[in-house]
């Protein structure tokens, strides 16, 4: 049990509960949290868009290499073999999967120790730092250190305060989430324009500088939210913070939980690949110069977050409208597996853009239809299971259970760095089909998951 849990008529401050409905029908926290939350995905959104490109274009050349401080030490140990492109996507995997491991060992940090506050506060100063790092070629390694480990202790922790907005019953929490991943999808639609240009055209160091900037401001905001936040986990200077046990009905569904982790990260090997080999692919033969203009490549990232923006909001409102004029929505589970049918939908338009391309350029239909059919299979799964994992999490365990969510997302990136390692060696249309299979794979684990535990999951965590 929480400190916030110890009072039953008020699960998050007085002024917040004064203020339920003052952001867009919902709490005034939403909109600090989610504001926050999109300076930090801009930060990290920036780190995404530049990464591959980074290393392929600039750092990984051999005048450049051995630069970076111990990272000869590294190949030697642990990618033996690699260079070029191969080593940039282990590289990016690593980073990538490593950033969404940690977030439970954050979660854990603030549920035994820290609270949610502090742990999180403590993430964005190490991010912060992180990002100004990566102006010095030689502090490479540290830098990416730097930031896996300040995304651990931030991101669990900030989304598991929007489940908090909410008691059990609100049905605004699932709305709540769409909302707070559109405030996300906003910052990818900027961040690579401004810190992906200025990356590309200018430097590549100003671009991650101006991402170290950003995620400055977003903690300061932070410190001014305080009055609309759920109150901190983390207990008064020699006060003991009772804990509520487990109850027989949160195994069972903890159990489900985790078995649904390596499913979500299968399903969502398309969308992550948009950020490593599919960079490079889109570098190397999309038709991106218009009169006389090349525009940069991490553009594509911008209509992937356009798109991605205008389906979360799409999606939502047609659910909106349905629900009121039929009386009836699918549930979590539901809309999953709706959304692995868009997935794969994307995925076969970039098989055929690559089976029709020829030995030429390739014209930017396909690849835009892709990125559409993606973002509303994307605007089914994502906020939608994250939603799911914090109405099933028991409250004392509430930021560790989110840390597990991200346990996906780890999966995910590890699978895709792996994957994308063989671009440079497969051919392309059996590349893409292959990411094709694994949206169909989670079509029929959802499936299976609705059948067989779509009970376990559709109960809410016991009040008591």
Known sequence: ????????????????????????????????????????????????????????????????????????????????????????????????????????????????????????????????????????????????????????LFKGNIASQVGELYKPEDLRRAMAFQIFYIGINVSVIAAPLIAGTLGEKVGWHYGFGTAGVVMVIGLLIYLKARPWLPEDNRAARGQKVPRQPLTRSDWPRLGALAVLVPVLAISMMSNQQIFNAYLVWADAKFQLTFFGETLPTSWMITVDATLSFSMLVAVAAFWKWHSSHTGREPDELGKMIIGSLFSMTGGMCLVIAAATAGGGKIGLFWPVMFHLFNSIGFAHIMPVSLALFTKIAPRSLNATVVGIYYLAFFGANKIVGVVGGWYSTMDIVSFWLMHVGAATLGLVAFSVFKIVLGKTLAGEPNPA
């Not at 990464?51 to 140990?77: A, C, D, Q, T």
């Not at 954050?106 to 730092?129: E, N, P, Q």
């Not at 990566?134 to 830098?143: N, P, T």
Request: some cysteine.
């Open 1 to 152: 049990m929480t400190i916030a849990e110890a009072t039953p008529e008020l699960d998050f401050p007085e002024e917040a509960e004064r203020d339920d409905r003052a952001f867009l029908g919902h709490p005034r926290g939403l909109g600090y949290l989610s504001f926050v939350e999109g300076c930090e995905r801009f930060s990290y959104y920036s780190m995404q868009t530049l990464l591959v490109l980074y290393m392929v274009k600039y750092l990984l050349l051999p005048e450049n290499v051995g630069k970076v401080l111990g990272l000869s030490w590294l190949r030697g140990w642990h990618y033996a073999g690699l260079e070029g492109q191969p080593l940039a996507s282990a590289i990016f995997g690593d980073y990538t999967s490593l950033v969404y491991l940690t977030p439970i060992l954050g979660g854990v940090i603030a549920d035994r120790w820290l609270g949610r506050r502090a742990t999180l506060i403590a993430g964005g100063i190490v991010m912060s730092l992180g990002h100004f790092l990566m102006a010095f070629e030689g502090m490479f390694l540290l830098a990416l250190i730097s930031l896996v480990v300040g995304v651990g």
